[in-house]
């Protein structure tokens, strides 16, 4: 990979932190709707690994965010059209949001709901609850923002594979290749 190549391509740290939450909110997603027609028991082990998940999901994601302050992603592409770069930064900058605020919400949910209990990650170590109330009207709140955000979440993911689908095999441009460096 040549000096040019590689300045137009995310850091290693970056590529793998992608995939790696990328797979994981994608479980959780598969996780939550598996769980709806579940019986109870198996319910309730299935949100473990949900709410655990999320978590990591949290944590990744402050990661991730950290990681992105120290290695600067590549410039966009000088290819791309004025709206088409506003709009990739406006969606980014809201997954990164989003990233936090579902896990977040979940957490909150989790604290009102569970009244205070802490969130088990895979039986290794406990992750403090939430300071909130245990009302309905909190259960209420957090139980509507989880879902909001969640499907808001899922309508950027949308939006964001049919944008790499759409530059990968209408425009061909190096826009997938910065994240999956093996197409170059
Ligand atoms: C829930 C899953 C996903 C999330 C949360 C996510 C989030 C993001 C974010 C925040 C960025 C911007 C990185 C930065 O500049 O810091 C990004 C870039 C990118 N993502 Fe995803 N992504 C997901 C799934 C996918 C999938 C499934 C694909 C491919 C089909 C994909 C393809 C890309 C590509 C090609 C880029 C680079 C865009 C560029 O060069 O500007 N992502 N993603
Ligand atoms: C990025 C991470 C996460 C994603 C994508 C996600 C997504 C979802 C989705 C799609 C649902 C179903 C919503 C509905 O139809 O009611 C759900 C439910 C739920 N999630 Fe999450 N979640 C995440 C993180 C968390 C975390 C960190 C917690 C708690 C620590 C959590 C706790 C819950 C709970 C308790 C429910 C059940 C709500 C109900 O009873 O209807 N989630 N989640």
């Known amino acids: ?15 793998i932190l992608h995939w790696l ?3 994981l909110i994608l ?19 299935v949100m473990g690994y949900h709410k655990a998940t999320g978590i990591v999901i949290l944590l990744l994601t402050l990661v991730r965010i950290g990681w992105r302050v ?16 506003a709009l990739a930064r406006v969606a ?23 009244q205070g209990k802490p969130v088990s990650l895979f039986g290794l170590i406990d992750f403090p609850a939430l300071p909130v109330g245990f009302d309905k009207p909190t259960i209420g709140l957090f139980h509507e923002l989880h879902e909001v955000t969640a499907t ?21 441009d190096s826009t997938m290749a910065r994240m999956l460096p093996f197409l170059r």
Do not use: C
Request: charged residues 15%.
């Open 27 to 45: 479980g959780n997603f598969i996780g939550a709707w598996t769980a709806e027609d579940l019986p109870r028991d198996a319910k309730l082990v």
């Open 70 to 85: 120290v290695y600067r992603p590549p410039v966009l592409l000088q290819t791309l059209k004025t709206w088409e770069a």
């Open 21 to 23: 939450i990328a797979l």
């Open 92 to 114: 980014h900058a809201l997954f990164y949001a989003l990233m936090l605020a579902v896990p977040l919400a979940g957490l909150g949910l989790h604290s009102a709901f569970s």
């Open 152 to 172: 808001a979440m899922l309508v950027l993911l949308g939006l964001h594979v049919a944008a790499a689908l759409k530059h990968q095999f209408i425009d061909r």
């Open 1 to 15: 990979m040549s000096t040019t190549d590689s300045a137009l391509s995310y850091s290693r740290g970056a590529i």
